[in-house]
């Protein structure tokens, strides 16, 4: 009986390691591995971190980086101030039907995907889209706007796709906030600011954290949106991996610059944790 | 409803216009691209010239529709080919996984469970190309090696599939555990004293019981490899599935033939999704 126990925990077993080693570790250890490597001619390379210097002695690479960053830091930050008050009005103000008709309608665009979101923007933004030709049948506008390829319309675009890792965990925090307390604040005199203050964001914030963190990595690695409603100069992160992969074959370059981009989602990720006091396993358990 | 809290009118109808608001832009995007699938016009831009099913069944060029674009159809077979495979293979490795972890107690567990979370927190686009970059180091090793070709690890369909499949399996573990956690282990020992064996158990009693989270798992999974975009990009070969079709047309500029195809994909993942919903309700 033990011996069949055992053998089952080994075939169990397998299948996982197979998975996490060979598409998930291998993978990350031969990206890296190639990221050292320069060529010094045909078939042949040096190990160095002379990919990493091209990265930082050549301002473009850095500075799409940190746009790339802060862009997303950005698009979290709004995500969060546009999505928590939904999320309050779900949780606290809506009951029975209505509260479960609001939620599925938030989860609704996701079920589509992120291309024909996106699509949805481009046909609204561009010079000849919707709002050009509304603002021009109001006056408001003389001859067609154009309201594409800014940066504008890549953090629309960004804010709408992410607005559901957002809502959800934050409207199963403030669900769980019993109402009374809410209540006995205001009765001790508190005014609606400080009830939020000491009260709401207290409680929603395993929510917050787990929401933020979702929404800053799926921004960060994004390609679509900033490629698509940001045109050929939205210099977002992704795009530059993509062209040193595909368009210039310059794999080593590329995949310093994957690496790069990994360090940085993952140390959002821990400083996240970290600093809210969080494990992954419950964050992720949330969203 | 939080009662017994005054709130000016002003305020509660500065909110309720606020979320209104809300939902208008959640829905903005998608019933655009539903109404220009039927304008009569060669861009899916205003002005509208009227109503019409050409993007869809039309055979006349200009107005090639849907079901007569061939690369568009073919792209769609092999998005569902990839589908079908990431599912079935991520609800199977995503059911052992679950009886692992919430079965077993081993050294390492909490680090592979840790690990066993990890897809869930790589971009898409850095789990492609490091996927990428390592089947092609294998390849050119066992091609220098054994002068042979080895077609399956350069990019095409399997490197897809076993790119869709390193993060979406996360999914189905982690929703196929939860099921198995709720499971009551008595059933299992009493179908053991009733004479049957240990694997013929858990056939007859615990699958059985953990079928609707797996069907559920395997909803999502197609779901979530019919949408995937960025890993695919990175691994693609020269079967493009729908969304790089769809892609490459977008970057050309767009048809109407786009926004059929976006309205037939948002009808097929509302049906997909209710019954996704509906298993799940019935697993409750």
Redesign the interface.
Known sequence: MTD?FKL??Y???A??LL??VL??????L??FV?SLREKVGIREYDTSFANYAVFFNEPLYWNTFARTAYMSIAATALTLL?GF??AY?IA????GRTKTT?FL??L??F???????T??????L?E???FS?LFQSLGLAVGPVEMLYNDAAIMTGLV?TS?LFMVVPLVTTLDSLD?SL??AG?DLGAS?FAILREIVIPHAMPGIVSGC?VVF?LS?????TPI?LGGKDSLWF?GL??DQ??TRFN?EL??AF?FL??GL??LI?FLGLKLSGQS??KT??QS | MIVGIPQSSTFRWTYRAYVLLFFVYLALPLVTVCVFAFNDSLFPSLPWEGFTWAWFFGDEAPYIGVFHERPILRSIVTSGVVAFWVALLSVAVGTCNAFLFVRHEFRGKALLYILMLLPLIIPGIILGISILVFSSTVANTLEDATGLWFDGLRPGLILVVLGQFSFITTFATLVISARLQKFDPSLEEAALNLGATPWGAVRAVTLPYLFPAMAAAGVVAVLMSFENFNTTLMLVGSDAPLTITMFDRLKLGSTPVLNAVSLLLMVASAILGLASLLLQRRRE
């Open positions: 069949r089952a925990f075939l169990l077993l299948p996982l998975w996490l598409l998930i570790l291998l993978p990350h031969g990206m190639v546009i008050p939904i009005y606290k103000l809506t009951r609001l309608m938030c609704i665009p079920w589509v995907s992120e291309l024909v979101r699509f949805g923007w481009m046909i609204l561009r000849t889209g919707i030709n709408y607005m109402d809410i209540e205001y609606g963190i990595m960060l690695g994004n390609y679509l698509l992704t991996i993509y992969f595909i794999w590329g995949s994957g981009l990994l989602s993952s990720v992954l396993s992720m358990a």
